[in-house]
């Protein structure tokens, strides 16, 4: 029988009690396949505050430093569930991403799964042990710790999955599938049954963060089944994350919102060849990823460039532009923190030519005012003002379903 990869997210953990409902899960699973890796993330909001706590020392800490301290969350769950999971009767042994080893590269706080060393994940399991991996860490060549990016334990899950060439890997969240958009913001969402790794990639990336945008891109890339379930609703059907030729893919997957976005503006731009591009090689040897881009038509002496950055790269991203303005041949950067992204899905987006104007009809109905657009063959994407993006979020959503 084969391996399955069980994730369980930091709500679904967040308490002793929480920790023994998870071991139900577990159980009944190891008594099917006998062979459970499991991964978890911190209980509950303990990331967020050991990043406040971090806060009140510096509001710029030493990215290694940083990485060492956040990863701390996990190695307390596993230990933890473990040590529940004995008390049920069952042997398990947890491993931290160092130990096993999960070697990363070195981007501090987003950083790339390279290999994850197996053997004693193998070894643990011949015994009949459940294994237990703490989510969201790894260990770089030179021996610092390193975390994956927010939400990045699900990322962890699919690339043991893909490691272990296990069956299927099962994401247990605190809602029971994937949705036309979040069911905490939005009433009327439908649940998907079947989402494409495509349709979930582009959702993930724009925020809908159910998922990890890099799990997705592994489970494409690995073809790792992914199922999306509850951990709180007993045999829930869930969302399950498939290859594009078993689905005829839906005409819109949904509406998704990102509030994780600054835009910088840098004006007075030369209007020369090659400006543009120093603007992106100086982020991009910088690490900075950049989204949406818009530059002025361009037809006087100077232009304006807008693009929008993670909030948690945004001071790095300013910085780097101010210390090179003159050399950039700019006047000067400036920087807006209270806009959102709302974006609409859906492979039927090319070939339907009054998806944006419905998108934009939405907006306008609500007297909301778009501050940047972007569209791809399978995405629109809008900015609009922070306090009105779940107004938006709506208006977009209920046009379409
Ligand atoms: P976990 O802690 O289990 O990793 P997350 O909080 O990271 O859980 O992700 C689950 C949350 O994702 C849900 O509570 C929901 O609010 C949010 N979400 C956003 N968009 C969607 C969507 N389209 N479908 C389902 N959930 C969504
Ligand atoms: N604990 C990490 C976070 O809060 C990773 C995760 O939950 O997936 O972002
Ligand atoms: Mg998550």
Known sequence: MGIIVQKFG???????????????HIIK???????????????GKTTDKLISEEKEITENPDLREHDCLVSVGEQITISKLAMCLKEKGYNAVSYTGWQLPIIT????????????????????????NIVIVAGFQGINEIGDITTLGRGGSDTTAVALAASLKADRCDIYTDVDGVYSSDPRIIENVKKLDLVTYDEML??????AKVLHNRCVEIGKNYEVPINVKSTFIDESEGTRVINNKDLESLYITGVAKDDNISRLTIIGLENKIGRTYKVFKLLSENKINVDTIVQSAGEHAVKDISF????????????IINEN????????????????????????IVNNPGVAAKVFEALYENNINMHMISTSEIKISVLVNKKEANLALKAIHDKFY
């Open 10 to 24: 930091g709500s679904s953990v967040a308490d002793t009690e929480k920790l023994y409902n998870v071991c139900k």
């Open 29 to 43: 699973e190891y008594n099917r396949s006998q062979s459970v890796v499991v991964v978890v993330s911190a209980q």
């Open 105 to 128: 590269d070195s981007v501090h706080c987003g950083a790339r799964i390279k290999y994850i060393e197996t053997e004693k994940i193998k070894k643990q399991l011949e015994a009949g």
């Open 202 to 207: 582009e959702l993930a990336s724009l925020g």
């Open 308 to 319: 929008t950055v993670k909030t948690n790269e945004t001071k790095k991203a300013l910085k």
């Open 325 to 348: 303005l003159i050399e950039l041949g700019a006047k000067e950067v400036i920087c807006c923190d209270k806009l959102s992204k709302i974006s609409i899905v859906g492979v039927g």
